[in-house]
């Protein structure tokens, strides 16, 4: 392998691509690493809290799903041999970037975005509209174009487009020294996830209560 090679190669593995595949996660891991070390000097002084960010045109996935499996390791699913659902998502220590005995200084990692709270809405009224039938074409218009009536009459004076910025913020199971209060961040659209290890999966453990709708 020439030096051509090794230098595309290394160029791949910082973005997370490699020859005819891809790593969905290295990128974020690579930023969690670095950003992580920069904290390491303020352990033991006060919550540490490690904020992502993606802005346009840029395009890494930040999902919830995406960001803990790139903080605790690739997903393994359990499927009930029955009745062939998911029982429980574990993580592979591979690659887990939070682990007891690494980066426990750190108390959460946040990701900072621009939401629609309507447009979700939306779709949420018309995936429980929807749920159980098998909408025709037409069907499918006429439940979207009434969740949308339904959504704007109830936040009067505010379009479908309307944006608005969240917290999105996921705890450090590991963290016991200095661990980030709820109340810190309790904006209308900041959601918190916690480890429920009755669960033994991530669970929202505070959402705010979004968008007031107009009287």
Known sequence: MGQADLKRERQLAETGFAEGSS??????????????????????TWPLVLVLHCPPPVFVPLDTDMVLTALHGNTQIVLDSDTLKTKRVIYSPDHSVLRSDHKAYLSAVAVIERIRPLEDEMNDEVRREAEGRQPT???????????????????????TSHEVTRMRIMHNPYCTKNPLPIKVFTGPHDDHWHYDRQAGRFVVAWRGRGLTPKS
């Open 137 to 159: 074409p037409d069907e499918w218009n006429e439940i979207g174009a009434a969740a949308q009536h339904r959504v704007l009459a109830k936040y009067q004076g505010l379009e």
């Open 23 to 44: 790593d969905p996660w290295k990128r974020i891991r690579n930023v969690l690493e670095r950003g992580s070390a920069q904290l390491k000097d303020f352990e033991g």
